[in-house]
C-alpha cells in the first residue's frame, strides 16, 4: 500500500517581497559635513552687502598722562582713524536645479523629488562656503592673515608647544582652534606621547579634543598637500574685535542666513529650474584675531608607535 506524500510548499521570501513596501531613505551623500566653523563664527547683517571696517590710525599717538600736576599739564591729543578704510562686499556662490516636471509629478511618494533636490543642492553650496571662508582669495582668512601671525612647527608634527605657541599670539579670550580631523588625531598622538593626553569637551552633543581649555574643532576643507596643513586660532565677534561672517539678512526667497531659494519658471520643455544663492563674507577685525601654524605634518597612522605596542 503506497504511502502518501506530503509536498511542504511555502512562500518564498523573494516570492513575498514583491508584496511588501520597501522603507526608503532620503538620498545619504558623504561630502555632507557639520561645518563647525559655520555654526561657531558670529554672523553679522550688512545693509545694502557693504561691510566697511574702521581702524585707528596711529595708536601711538594716544597720549595718556597719571601723574598729581597741574591739571593744565595734561597732554591734549585725539584718536585719528584711516582715511580709506577697507570695504568688504558679500560674494555669492550659486547653483541651478533644473528637474523635470513629469519627475516631480509621478514620482514624488513618499519623498518629494524637487525637496530632495533642492536640499542636496543647498547642502553643496553651505558646503562650498565653508571653503570659501577659508580660501577665497578676497575675503578667506588664510588670504588675510598678516605674517606677524604666522609661525611654523618646531618639530613637523603639531605639538603642545606648537598650541601654546599659537595661544601666545592669539592670547585675548582665543575661542577656538580649527584643523583637519588628521592633524587633531596627530596632535592627540604627540600630546598622549608626552604623557598629557588631551582633555575632550562636550559641544552641541559631540565630544571635542581640547588644548588649554580651547576646543579642536574639526573641518575637511583645510587642505592637505604633501602631507601638511595648518592649524588655525580664532578670536571671534564683533565685541571682541575678532572674526566674524557676514551676510544678507532680508532677502527674497530666504532659506537661512544669506541663503535664497527662487523658482525660476517652467521652459516649453516642461522643466522647471529654481535657483539658489547665498551671499556671504568674512572679516578679520584686528589683525590679532587669528593665528596660523604652518607646516604641520599629519604622518601616517602605522607610523605611529606607541610604547604600549612594542
Given at each position: 500500500?503506497?504511502?502518501?506524500?506530503h509536498?511542504?510548499?511555502?512562500?518564498?521570501?523573494?516570492?513575498?517581497?514583491?508584496?511588501?513596501?520597501?522603507t526608503?531613505?532620503?538620498p545619504?551623500?558623504?561630502?555632507?559635513t557639520?561645518?563647525?566653523?559655520?555654526?561657531?563664527?558670529?554672523?553679522?547683517?550688512?545693509?545694502?552687502?557693504?561691510?566697511?571696517?574702521?581702524?585707528?590710525?596711529?595708536?601711538?599717538?594716544?597720549?595718556?598722562?597719571?601723574?598729581?600736576?597741574?591739571?593744565?599739564?595734561?597732554p591734549?591729543?585725539?584718536?585719528?582713524?584711516?582715511?580709506?578704510?577697507?570695504?568688504?562686499?558679500?560674494?555669492?556662490?550659486?547653483?541651478?536645479?533644473?528637474?523635470?516636471?513629469?519627475?516631480?509629478?509621478?514620482?514624488?511618494?513618499?519623498?518629494?523629488q524637487?525637496?530632495?533636490?533642492?536640499?542636496?543642492?543647498?547642502?553643496?553650496?553651505?558646503?562650498?562656503?565653508?571653503s570659501?571662508?577659508?580660501?577665497?582669495?578676497?575675503?578667506?582668512?588664510?588670504?588675510?592673515?598678516?605674517?606677524?601671525?604666522?609661525?611654523?612647527?618646531?618639530t613637523?608634527?603639531?605639538?603642545p608647544?606648537?598650541?601654546?605657541?599659537?595661544?601666545?599670539?592669539?592670547?585675548?579670550?582665543?575661542?577656538?582652534?580649527?584643523?583637519?580631523?588628521?592633524?587633531?588625531?596627530?596632535?592627540?598622538?604627540?600630546?598622549?606621547r608626552?604623557?598629557?593626553?588631551?582633555?575632550?569637551?562636550?559641544?552641541?552633543?559631540?565630544?571635542?579634543?581640547?588644548?588649554?581649555?580651547?576646543?579642536?574643532?574639526?573641518?575637511?576643507?583645510?587642505?592637505?598637500?604633501?602631507?601638511?596643513?595648518q592649524?588655525?586660532?580664532?578670536?571671534?565677534?564683533?565685541?571682541?574685535?575678532?572674526?566674524?561672517?557676514?551676510?544678507?539678512?532680508?532677502?527674497?526667497?530666504?532659506?537661512g542666513?544669506?541663503?535664497?531659494?527662487?523658482?525660476?519658471?517652467?521652459?516649453?520643455?516642461?522643466?522647471?529650474?529654481?535657483?539658489?544663492?547665498?551671499?556671504?563674507?568674512?572679516?578679520?577685525?584686528?589683525?590679532d584675531?587669528?593665528?596660523?601654524?604652518?607646516?604641520?605634518?599629519?604622518?601616517?597612522?602605522?607610523?605611529?608607535?606607541?610604547?604600549?605596542?612594542?
Amino acid at each position: 500500500m503506497a504511502e502518501n506524500q506530503h509536498a511542504h510548499i511555502a512562500l518564498s521570501d523573494v516570492a513575498a517581497r514583491q508584496l511588501a513596501n520597501a522603507t526608503k531613505t532620503v538620498p545619504q551623500m558623504v561630502s555632507i559635513t557639520p561645518r563647525w566653523l559655520v555654526h561657531l563664527l558670529p554672523w553679522v547683517g550688512v545693509e545694502a552687502g557693504i561691510y566697511r571696517l574702521n581702524k585707528v590710525k596711529d595708536e601711538s599717538r594716544v597720549l595718556t598722562a597719571c601723574s598729581q600736576l597741574d591739571e593744565r599739564e595734561l597732554p591734549e591729543t585725539f584718536v585719528d582713524y584711516e582715511e580709506n578704510p577697507r570695504e568688504y562686499f558679500l560674494s555669492s556662490v550659486t547653483t541651478v536645479v533644473d528637474i523635470h516636471t513629469r519627475v516631480s509629478d509621478l514620482y514624488s511618494s513618499p519623498h518629494d523629488q524637487i525637496q530632495q533636490q533642492l536640499r542636496l543642492a543647498i547642502e553643496t553650496i553651505k558646503e562650498r562656503q565653508e571653503s570659501e571662508l577659508l580660501y577665497n582669495q578676497d575675503y578667506g582668512m588664510l588670504n588675510n592673515v598678516v605674517p606677524e601671525q604666522r609661525i611654523q612647527t618646531l618639530t613637523g608634527a603639531p605639538t603642545p608647544d606648537d598650541l601654546d605657541e599659537l595661544i601666545s599670539i592669539v592670547w585675548k579670550e582665543p575661542a577656538f582652534f580649527l584643523a583637519h580631523p588628521k592633524a587633531i588625531a596627530a596632535f592627540g598622538r604627540e600630546a598622549t606621547r608626552r604623557g598629557v593626553p588631551p582633555p575632550t569637551v562636550t559641544l552641541f552633543g559631540t565630544p571635542f579634543l581640547t588644548w588649554r581649555g580651547i576646543p579642536l574643532i574639526p573641518t575637511n576643507k583645510l587642505k592637505i598637500v604633501d602631507g601638511k596643513t595648518q592649524i588655525l586660532l580664532l578670536r571671534t565677534g564683533e565685541s571682541r574685535q575678532g572674526v566674524v561672517g557676514l551676510y544678507q539678512p532680508g532677502i527674497s526667497g530666504e532659506q537661512g542666513l544669506g541663503l535664497a531659494v527662487k523658482f525660476m519658471g517652467i521652459d516649453r520643455k516642461a522643466i522647471a529650474s529654481y535657483l539658489i544663492s547665498l551671499y556671504c563674507s568674512l572679516v578679520i577685525l584686528t589683525d590679532d584675531a587669528i593665528g596660523v601654524l604652518d607646516n604641520v605634518e599629519v604622518g601616517k597612522y602605522h607610523d605611529y608607535k606607541p610604547e604600549y605596542r612594542k
